[in-house]
């Protein structure tokens, strides 16, 4: 039986494990408080939510498909939060049933599985009581009613039944035998002997085939190598329904699985909405070429109580693959860069993004490469460290990327670093790759080729006349200016008998 909830086809556990870079994505793009919000200390949600993250999807159809869930969702969060409940507690039943179930005699592995499937129906009983039924879309429907055709009432009483024969404190057995020409005999191999049809069916549904009157026999109490027989025999007659209710019990088992990722990942989702101000905007992306509007920061949001306590910027490219943002230090570019990234992420996730309205394109996957501070572990200069760190990160390149760059290769001199990036940027705009990359190097635009340029979206963080950062980002060109005042006036604007330097003051 398919889940469905969240994707069309079920994946879980084929979800891979996250990759150096994934983890790198999800540092860079400070997604920490993001993911504590959603998990809430669940080590089970803790590790699959960000490896869901890191597997964006590839299709718009895809996408919303995963959008009609989380809307859905989002009206009734207390519906998720009681069917992940549900599975997460049959598990736990489940998982201390399955304690050595596999080990034993095949009597012993015949009641175990059997006490599995009891758990297991009771874990479907209780999630048929949940109101799945008024979750608003067609994936929910769709859920609810294969659950209603799997496990219908009648269903459901014959498979209790099954099980109440097989919790029977004596089980009987019969040699099927017939009588053949010549008054010769014909016995086959001892069977299990089912009181319900159901179990007929399972076994080998021998009783279609043999008239059932039955006679009785006994072993003599000192015949030793009979009751060895016997035993032997008894062994094998229980095996075959062994094997049906092994596949029968693993079968549920991949279900429940299967649900308790994607209910679980659709109430983290709830979480992260319920984590953020009430009054901030949100908005399920559309596919296509990217046009965002008023985007906040994820990461600022959860740490605000209001909403506007964040600026919003826009993000409007005219069909540019290469963003080059420049601009005053804290003026918000690395928020924004950070923003675009967590955005690109949510969307080909199936979330929404915290903007008024947003298109996005679909990436094979999102790379970042911010500036590290210097560690202990490094083995080589911190330049050399970010060329490996960069040529793996190509190395990963699939199809088309996106690239987020931050103050890349600035731990080298202002025109070496420049060179280099301009070497970067003009060989991923030519192997058609997306690049957003923040940086200080003012030499990088006049050193970009005229061809590279002419496809460059250039953006700069806004600062007044008297220093004061707006944390817009608007478009503009590189400035060649210098904001030491601004750091002066931060450091020493506490110093007594007025030590402030004014824009006339500034030194030339």
């Known amino acids: ?48 939510v960000p490896r869901t993250l890191c597997q964006p999807l590839q299709t718009a159809a895809a996408v919303q498909y995963c959008q009609a869930a989380f809307q859905a969702a989002l009206q009734q969060p207390s519906v998720i939060q009681q069917l992940y409940d549900q599975v997460v507690a049959c598990q736990a039943a489940a998982q201390k049933v399955t304690w050595g179930i596999y080990t034993g005699s095949v009597t012993y592995q015949l009641y175990s599985n059997t006490q599995l499937l009891q758990t297991y129906l009771n874990g479907i009983n209780a999630i048929l009581k949940l109101p799945l039924a008024q979750m608003q879309s067609a994936n929910f429907q ?57 179990l007929a069916g399972m076994v080998t549904g021998w009783t279609s085939r043999y008239q059932t009157s039955i006679s009785d026999f006994y072993i003599a109490e000192r015949d030793e190598n009979s009751d060895q027989a016997a035993a032997r025999n008894l062994g094998q007659a229980a095996y075959s329904l062994v094997v049906a209710l092994i596949n029968t019990t693993q079968e549920l088992a991949r279900f429940f699985a299967e649900l308790r990722w994607q209910a679980g990942y659709l109430l983290a989702v709830t979480r992260l909405r319920a984590a953020l101000p009430e009054a901030t905007t949100i908005t399920f992306p559309q596919i296509g070429s990217p046009q965002i509007q008023g985007l906040q920061n994820l990461t600022l949001l959860l740490a605000k109580a209001q909403a506007d306590a964040v600026i919003g910027n826009d993000f409007q490219p005219q069909a540019q693959p290469l963003t080059l943002i420049t601009g005053a230090n804290q003026g918000g570019k690395t928020v924004f860069l950070r923003s675009l990234g967590q955005a690109q992420v949510m969307a080909q996730a199936g979330l929404f993004v915290l903007a008024q309205t947003c298109h996005v394109p679909l990436y094979t996957q999102v790379l970042t490469h911010f500036k590290r501070e210097e560690d202990q572990q490094m083995t080589s200069g911190k330049l050399v460290e970010e060329l490996q760190r960069f040529a793996e990160l190509t190395a990963q390149a699939q199809g088309h990327e996106l690239f987020l760059m931050n103050e890349s290769f600035a731990s080298t001199n202002a025109h070496e670093g420049a060179l280099i990036n301009r070497e970067i940027l003009t060989g991923l705009i030519k192997g058609g790759q997306t690049v957003v990359t923040v940086s200080h190097l003012t030499d990088l635009e006049e050193l970009l080729p005229s061809t590279i340029k002419a496809q460059t979206l250039f953006l700069r963080a806004q600062r007044e006349q008297d220093g004061q950062r707006t944390f817009k980002i608007l478009a503009g060109m590189p400035e060649v200016t210098s904001y030491g005042v601004d750091i002066f006036n931060r450091y020493f604007q506490d110093v007594p008998n007025g030590l402030i330097l004014s824009q006339k003051d500034k030194p030339r």
Not at 14 to 30: C, F, G, Q, S, W
């Open 1 to 48: 039986m398919k889940v469905g909830l969240i994707r069309q086809q079920d994946q879980w556990p084929d979800l891979p494990a996250l990759t150096a870079p994934a983890k790198m994505l999800l540092a860079d793009l400070a997604l920490a408080p993001a993911l504590q919000a959603m998990s809430q200390d669940d080590p089970y949600l803790a590790e699959i």
């Open 142 to 198: 769709a859920f609810w009613q294969e659950l209603q055709t799997e496990f219908a009432p009648a269903k459901r009483k014959e498979m209790q039944q099954m099980v109440n024969a097989l919790t029977a404190t004596n089980h009987d057995y019969a040699y099927p035998a017939q009588l053949q020409q010549g008054c010769l005999g014909l016995i086959a191999e001892l069977q299990y002997l089912p009181a319900q049809s159901k």
